[in-house]
């Protein structure tokens, strides 16, 4: 039977500072006491969303290197979103990594209008699908969530992740929408955001969470709290009720341009 252990960590993050947030989540992993085939970090785990600012990655930087040691010392995948160059601006990139320090990544595409992204980040073009013990994984990065069109799920992912900033003042959305995404899409859905203020004085207070392909919330961590979320997936039980309830063969077709 198919499994996926899962590990996300839902962290403050220091502002700017890329040293004192690697020394935390070195912390932090070392104290995950069940071996995990995934490790989850927020977005911009090494920054937080300080998109305006001169703090973006080169290509292979320190922060891409400290992944692949990671990934390596834990014998997971490990995966988070990095400001990374491009040019005059940057990517908000999500780094997949595994054990074998082999690299794939998505690059976010819904760019947050409301926080001018899109001035400082360059929005990413492909849809990305992973894979890891048999399961297929769509990842997403925060404002992605409120766009459905992008994250349909013709069959051909088992799990969508979200790795966010995602505000305070907003929660009851992303709360919402985590729900909603894995009722349509019928697939699992994994939520993890950051908690603390950042140095915009932006609240955030976690909802890092877990929901099966019905919307029910399998695990969710405490909110305004430090803590490691783990939880093991199971593919039989997805692929049965998609079986019984195969509503992804009445979806409208569509194509992205």
């Known amino acids: ?16 500072d890329k ?39 080169p290509e292979n930087g320190k ?3 400290w992944l692949k040691a990671q990934a390596h010392k834990h014998n997971a995948f490990i995966a988070g979103s990095v400001l990374v160059a491009q040019g005059d601006k940057k990517a908000n990139r999500f780094y997949w990594v595994k054990p074998d320090g082999e690299v794939s ?7 947050f209008r409301l926080g001018s992204e899109g001035d400082y980040v360059v929005a990413g073009q492909a849809r990305k699908v992973f894979e890891i013990n048999g399961f297929k994984l769509l990842p997403q990065v925060c404002y992605d969530l409120r766009f459905p069109v992008f994250q349909r799920n013709n069959n ?3 799990v969508m992740i979200n790795v966010a900033n995602w505000p305070a003042v907003r929660r009851h959305i992303w709360d919402t929408l985590l729900m909603a995404r894995a009722m349509e899409n019928l697939c699992y859905v994994v939520g993890v955001n950051r908690v603390g203020d950042d140095g ?39 692929d049965e ?17």
Request: a negative charge; proline letters at 4%.
């Open 1 to 16: 039977m198919s499994t996926l252990t899962i590990t996300a960590l839902q962290s403050s993050l220091y502002w700017l």
């Open 19 to 57: 040293d004192a947030n690697l020394a935390m989540f070195n912390k932090q992993l070392e104290s995950i006491t069940h071996q995990p085939d995934l490790i989850l970090l927020p977005e911009t785990f090494s920054t937080g969303f300080a998109i305006n600012l001169d703090c973006a990655e």
């Open 63 to 65: 922060v891409l290197t």
């Open 105 to 111: 990544y998505y690059d976010k595409r819904h760019l």
């Open 156 to 158: 051909d992912y088992d």
């Open 200 to 238: 915009n004085g932006v609240a955030h207070n976690g909802g890092t969470a877990v929901y099966d392909f019905k919307g029910d919330a399998l695990t969710k961590a405490q909110d305004d709290a430090e803590q490691l979320v783990t939880i093991t997936l199971e593919k039989a039980p997805l």
């Open 241 to 257: 009720f998609k079986a019984a309830f195969p509503a992804y063969l009445d979806a409208d077709p569509f194509t992205l341009i």
